[in-house]
Structure formats: C-alpha cells, structure tokens
C-alpha cells in the first residue's frame, strides 16, 4: 500500500508519480466506501465525485439568479452599461451634479437623473449630443420616464462633447461624466464620435471633474473608427497620474467587438 | 432675457452659446434667489452648487465605507487576488472540488477551502506548487488556520502546474481553477512560472473544468518574463469559443506593472 501514501495525510507534501501508480480502475473500486475516513479521504472524494456530482446544469448553475452585477458581466449576463450604471450608484449621491457627454437615446441620462433626483431639487444633469436626432429621443424618453419636477433637473444641450466647459458653470462641482462612445443606435453609422474630438472631450471631463468623481467610458469598437477610439481613450488613461487617478479597463479577451467599460476615478 | 431662453424649459434642445452670453458675474448676482422655481432653475442649480458643494473630503467620499469588492477594486481599494476571490464566490459551491494550480503561500488555498468544507466533507481543494518552499509556506498556514477535519480536504501536490490532469481523478468535476502567475512572494525572484508551461496548464484547465465552472487567472507582470506570461494568457483566452467561455480581463490602464486577473466562465 506504499503507492497509496499520499492518499492517508491530506497535508502531507507528495508526488503525484504515486497517484499515477494507482491504476483508474482502481480508485474506481476504493469509490465503493461509503463513509470517508482518515484513511481513505482521497478516494472517498473521488468516490464524491461519481456519486454526487455538483450541479453542472443552467438551471443549477451557481450564477443562476445572482444579482452581483460585476459577476453578472464578467460572465456575460450583464451589458457594459449595465455595469456602468452599477459603478455609477456607488460613486454619485443625491443632490449631485452630473454629465452625460453623449446622451444616444437618454437611458444613460435618464439611469443619471435617477441617481441625483431627491426632494431636495439640488440634483442636476447635464445631457450633450452633437446630434439632433439623439436630443430629440432623449427628450422624448424623459418626457415619458420623469415627472415635471424631475424634468426640470435635465438640461440637453446639441453640441459636441469636447466643449463641455461651455456648458456647465465654471464653479460646478461634477460627480460623473459619462460617455458612450460610437454611434447612435438606430441612427446613421457613418456619424461617430471622433478619436480627436474625444481626448478634448475627455481632458475637458479631467477638468472639471471633483475630487471622488468618475469618467465612465464605454467605447464601442465594432464600426470602422471604433478601435482607432478605444486607442485615443487608451492614451488618455495611460497617461493619468497614479497618485491622483485610478484607471481600469474591462475587456472581453475573446469578443473582440465587444463595448469596452473604462473607469476612470479621480481621488 | 432672450440669451436666458434655455434656462426657462429644462427639456428645451438649445445651443450652448447663449450661455456663454451670460458673464460670470450675472450667474453670481442671479444665484441669490433662495427657492428655485421654473424660471431660473439652471441659476439656482448654479447657486446650489456654490451655497453647498457636495463633499470632496476623502471621509465624506461616496467611496468611504463602500463594501462592494468590485468597485472597491475599480477605484484602487482592494486588490487583484480579493477580486479574484470575490468573483469565487460567486461561483463555487459548498462541496465542489477545486484546484489551486499555483498554491505560492497558501492564501489562495484556504480562501478555496472555506468556500467549498461544510459538515458534508466533500469538498476537496487540490493544491500545486512546483516549489517545495511553497507548499511548506502553504502547509503552515493551512496548520495554523484549519481544524484537523477542514486539513484533510486538501491535497497538496508538488508538482508543475501544467500536470494537474496527473492530480485530479479523471471523473473529477472541478468548479474552479485558480493561478497566481509570476514568483513566490518573499521567494526567489528568478523562479517564475513560465509562459510555456502556463499555456499547457490553462490547456488543462479546460479539460477539467466543468461546465458553469471558472478559470480565475492573476498575472503577476512587474517582472522579467511577466509581460510575456500575460501574453500567453490573453492568446489563449482570445481562441476561447464565445458559444462556451466568457473571458474578461481587467487592466489597470495607467498602471502597467499592475497584477492582471483573468477571468475565464464555461457556460
């Protein structure tokens, strides 16, 4: 029974030349012992393992049903937005001014305004597009969403993301700037956001962006421009002070068209 | 009052310039009025902003206190091997057989065996190190943290991280494969794991990963070889058929030497 030494002190250090030993047949016959003991707690696990098996099922998956949202993306449940809005609700506080630097078709807008809309009144957002067609669905969708308190928080503005300053008061205090970078959905692909216009865009958030706040990226890269995109937010991040700034960056390794999250926090 | 226009209806689509109409000074003067009302709401947000900025100071921040792992990690308060473990969680049940292909100093080993010892006793966590210094580290601690029944669910094995198919019984469903890749921490430098290897042993992973299982991977890149283990890592995630595995890694954009986890879901 030499050969089967390592199975009889768990802690004990061994070679798996003596696992090798033991021939699959075997540990299958050992598998017949109902109740582990010290001896033989190896093979009783194997022997768990044929009798038991853990539920390998969807139904039974341990990510069934869970609702960390982080776990929920990282195994693909989940949309980079969806993650984007859950870091959001950890950083933004009620009462907060925020900036949606290209507001699409107002989900993001709408998903803010919901963070910083209290009684209080103090909460505002700033919602930007260059597009005509994405303020107009925003509109329409916050129209529908908020009430006429809650309307009032929102100011959509047409112009191009790198010139927020013009937009928020000098002495604004802002929490978040969020961008969705690409196309408008449902709208024409040819009109993207540009890699120039998004560095200025981004080094404008840097500026006025307060202690504790967040630029939250999402870079879609599946249209032509979309890579040249993420390599001009890329840039940007890399290029943040460690002491002051923490940048990560969520990829799918095997999607590679797959929308890119970029948290950018200022300490 | 006509550059004022955009101010009165918050949901109004307006251009910027209008605003850049109204000098500073005129913005303070307005700031006073105490209660907002529909006229001047984007003044008294302005004034909002001025009378109570919200708070900056590192104890008020939205990030003070926050116990979510993820966003603790996004904004720099936890590490890559608490993520990892977070992310476990999420993902192992009580009684499933686990594997540490690079148990270092034991840490990643007793997190894995908390996650899967209950009064069943079948779960059961196989340990590797190519180092012998390392599974000693590892023993040690597994001495002084585990009652004499939690010891006996974990095998050690001194053996290279790419023969674990050698360790684990055939018929074995494993939920989790975990890797620490670069050196022993307090070790010596120049034994690292290899990118060669590491791709054999991800490789072997795969075969043994069960469905619903996870590949949990922390690339150790501030040393010689490190990038070029990372590369190993990303080249085999980025083949992973999408149908079956989600792959996601995380990257601290402005921190290069930053440890990298991997994280590889089967469906």
Redesign the interface.
């Known amino acids: 029974m030499s050969s089967l030494r390592?199975c009889f002190t768990?802690?004990?250090?061994?070679?798996?030349r003596n696992?090798?030993a033991i021939p699959?047949q075997r540990?299958n016959t050992f598998c017949c012992c109902a109740k582990?003991s010290?001896q033989n707690?190896?093979i009783s696990?194997?022997n768990?393992?044929?009798s038991?098996?853990?539920?390998?099922s969807?139904k039974h998956?341990?990510?069934f049903g869970?609702d960390?949202t982080?776990?929920s993306?990282?195994?693909?449940k989940k949309k980079a937005t969806d993650l984007a809005h859950?870091?959001w609700k950890?950083?933004?506080?009620k009462?907060?001014?925020v900036l949606d630097a290209t507001c699409g078709n107002g989900f993001d807008t709408l998903a803010m305004l919901n963070l910083v809309a209290d009684d209080s009144?103090?909460g505002?957002v700033y919602a930007l597009d260059i597009q005509?067609d994405a303020?107009?669905n925003t509109?329409i969708l916050?129209?529908e969403s908020l009430n006429p308190d809650e309307?009032?928080?929102?100011?959509?503005?047409?112009?191009c993301h790198s010139?927020m300053e013009?937009?928020v008061?000098?002495?604004?205090?802002v929490?978040l700037v969020g961008f969705n970078l690409g196309y408008l959905p449902g709208g024409k692909k040819e009109i993207i956001t540009r890699p120039e216009t998004t560095f200025l865009a981004l080094e404008a958030a840097e500026r006025i962006l307060?202690?504790?706040g967040l630029i939250s990226i999402v870079v879609y890269v599946g249209h032509p421009g979309g890579r040249e995109e993420l390599e001009a937010v890329?840039t940007f991040?890399?290029?943040?002070?460690?002491e002051n700034?923490?940048?990560?960056?969520?990829?799918?390794?095997?999607?590679?068209c797959a929308p890119v999250p970029?948290?950018l926090?200022r300490?």
Chains 1, 2 share one sequence.
């Not at 993306?73 to 693909?76: A, D, E, F, P, V």
């Not at 008061?169 to 205090?173: D, K, Q, S």
Request: charged letters at 20%; one cysteine or more; proline letters at 11%.
């Open positions: 390592f768990s802690l004990t250090i061994c070679s798996p696992l090798l699959p540990i582990p010290r707690d190896f696990e194997a768990t393992l044929q038991s098996p853990p539920s390998a969807p998956s341990p990510l869970m960390d982080l776990v993306y990282l195994c693909g859950m870091v950890h950083v933004v506080q009462g907060d001014t009144r103090k505002y005509k303020l107009d509109s916050l129209e309307r009032q928080l929102v100011k959509l503005v047409n112009i010139k013009e937009v008061p000098r002495n604004a205090l929490r307060m202690p504790g890329e991040a890399a290029r943040m002070p460690v700034w923490i940048c990560c960056k969520l990829r799918m390794v095997n999607r590679p970029i948290f926090f300490r």
